[in-house]
């Protein structure tokens, strides 16, 4: 059976399709580091999602808010 396998004896074969790459500037391995993070997205909502068909507004004036929370600091 070892016979019919002589090819696979050897550690490495080459192929012309994995010859190295000779073009100027052509770097086989990179250099340089790469972070992968999760993007920075908030998960509150914005103006632009649809809300609820039962939504229903703040009866308060965000500027009445806004004038009660300055006098009392």
Same mark, same amino acid.
């Given at each position: 059976?070892? !016979?019919?396998?002589?090819?696979?004896?050897?550690p =490495?074969?080459?192929?012309?399709?994995? !010859?190295?790459?000779?073009?100027?500037? =052509?770097?086989?391995?990179?250099?340089?580091?790469? +972070?992968?993070?999760? +993007? !920075?997205?908030?998960?509150? +909502?914005?103006? !632009?999602?649809r809300r609820?068909? +039962?939504?229903?507004?703040?009866?308060?004036?965000?500027? =009445? @808010?806004?004038? @009660?929370?300055?006098?009392?600091?």
């Amino acid at each position: 059976m070892a !016979a019919h396998l002589p090819s696979l004896s050897t550690p =490495f074969v080459t192929s012309p399709k994995l !010859a190295p790459n000779n073009k100027a500037g =052509f770097k086989p391995w990179s250099t340089t580091l790469v +972070r992968c993070e999760p +993007r !920075a997205e908030g998960c509150g +909502r914005s103006a !632009a999602q649809r809300r609820p068909s +039962r939504y229903q507004p703040s009866t308060w004036n965000y500027d =009445f @808010i806004q004038s @009660i929370t300055s006098a009392t600091s």
